[in-house]
């Protein structure tokens, strides 16, 4: 009979889903069949699963933990930002509509029916559901029609472990402080509680960790010292994303308010040769780039105009009169182009503006979203690409006449006359080790790096970790069946 847990956070950005995806690798190693889940996810780096929809990232990392095939049952609720009041909303890997947050906040809990039919699908395959809260359960002003913490585990009847952040401070009173506030039913589902990131010697916390318990009630899972090969796995999050020190090369990356699908980035943070930089609002783009790469966007006309704000479109024209490389990928290749035009406000509102002019080619967003894991070859080299599209639009011009990609027999993206400048709607391209390593060539970098192989060793690692830092047998003993199995 299948068993499921719920790990919950103190607050957002406390480390639940690299927390998970080592559970989920270490409980797999066990011979368990495990699958991961999260019933409402807010991020605009999603993934395509491979039935052809979209879930948050780190669902998808969780998956490959787990050794299982991504499913959008995984993350049935995504919010993807397009501005500061309202998001995309996608039911069940499929986009639903767009809705303003006032609006989310009174039918959200007409949604709790969708996240309650994945969970239930993947019940039925797995011996063991890891399911990620989001955000706080402490917000108590989000608990009426909550789907995403408590409001999900009532309704699914599983145990919940709350996880605090030693790292941002005050974690006594984050997990004190927690259950002073949750009504006495959600109280009855905690069943324990773990420290997560502590940084020195854990044995110097055994009071703070003895005081909570004491004051709780609850018992403690494991103190988690800091995971330092955590940047080598996805990041999930803006939050997370950071600049990596590495070789002579230097790769800039413009931080875009809405930016989106920036796993493009993982690996070439990995590669020793190459430094990336993320650029804040506020900073120039260093005049000592070797490429500036342009990632994808959730509102591409919006953060075009973002760009021009900050005085970007200036430095990239200077960067590519000095003959530096340019490469947009999605939103950022669009941004290229001569014109975006979005006659039917797909994007914002409807008309069309003017793009960077580095490209000959043009947008018109509109169509039916793209959603596609995609295989392509180089057309250069005849390198095997991986990648995956997650895009509205469609991009035509002089430009695509220097394809540099095939996909299923079709050319693929755009290059200017010199090949300096490119664009393509094919993300995680990088990810293809024998792709990037020629790619890279051009910048004098030499790779002989195996990115997935890097990917599956930390996994293993941070597994490893959290054998010997928590109470697996224990957390496993927790794991109850849900009242709906």
């Known amino acids: 009979m299948v068993r499921s847990i719920m790990i919950q956070g103190t607050g957002s950005n406390v480390g639940k889903s690299v927390l998970v995806a080592g559970l989920a690798r270490a409980y797999t190693r066990r011979g ?67 809705m303003k947050a006032g609006d989310y906040r009174k039918d959200k809990s007409k949604l709790l029916g969708a996240a309650l039919e994945s969970f239930d699908r993947l019940c039925r395959d797995a011996d063991l559901v890891l399911i990620e809260g989001a955000g706080s359960p402490a917000e108590t002003n989000l608990r009426k029609g909550d789907i995403a913490n408590m409001g999900f585990a009532c309704a699914a009847g599983v145990p919940v472990v709350l996880v605090g952040d030693i790292h941002r401070g005050g974690v006594i009173a984050q997990i004190v402080g927690t259950q002073a506030v949750l009504d006495t039913s959600d109280l009855e589902l905690i069943r324990g509680f773990a420290v997560n990131r502590f940084k020195g010697d854990v044995s110097l916390f055994d009071e703070g960790r003895d005081d909570i318990a004491a004051r709780t009630n609850w018992p403690c899972l494991g103190v988690v010292p800091w995971f330092n090969d955590a940047w080598k796995l996805p990041a999930e999050d803006m939050m997370d994303i950071r600049s990596h020190s590495g070789g002579a090369c230097k790769v800039v990356v413009p931080q875009l308010e809405r930016m989106a699908n920036f796993d493009d980035l993982d690996p070439l943070s990995t590669e020793p040769g190459v430094t990336v930089e993320i650029v804040p609002a506020g900073r120039a783009l260093p005049g000592d780039a070797d490429l500036v790469l342009l990632p994808g966007s959730k509102s591409t006309i919006g953060d075009l105009a973002y760009f021009r704000a900050q005085g970007w479109d200036v430095d990239l024209y200077a960067h590519v009169r000095r003959g530096g490389h340019v490469l947009g990928l999605c939103g950022g290749y669009q941004m290229l182009g001569r014109t975006i035009a979005d006659p039917d406000g797909v994007d914002g509102r409807p008309g069309t503006v003017e793009g960077l002019g580095l490209l000959d080619v043009e947008t018109i967003m509109a169509g039916k979203k793209q959603v596609t894991l995609t295989s392509a070859r180089a057309l250069e080299g005849g390198e095997p690409v991986s990648g995956y599209e997650i895009h509205m639009g469609r991009t035509e011009g002089l430009d695509c006449a220097r394809a540099w990609l095939e996909v299923d027999g079709r050319p693929e993206g755009a290059a200017n006359a010199s090949g300096r400048i490119r664009g393509s709607y094919l993300h995680g391209i990088f990810t293809s080790d024998a792709f990037r390593a020629s790619y890279l060539s051009q910048l004098g970098v030499v790779s002989d790096l195996a990115y997935d192989d890097g990917v599956e060793d930390t996994l293993d690692a941070l597994a490893d970790h959290l054998e010997k830092n928590m109470d697996l047998d224990r957390l496993l003993a927790l794991a109850e069946t849900p009242r709906r199995a």
């Open 32 to 98: 368990l069949r495990v699958a991961p889940f999260k019933p409402q996810n807010m991020s605009n780096n999603a993934a395509v699963t491979e039935n052809g929809g979209e879930i948050g990232r780190a669902q998808a990392l969780q998956a490959r933990a787990a050794r299982r095939a991504t499913h959008t049952d995984m993350n049935p609720i995504l919010l993807k930002p397009e501005t500061d009041t309202g998001a995309q909303i996608i039911v069940q890997g499929q986009r639903a509509g767009t």
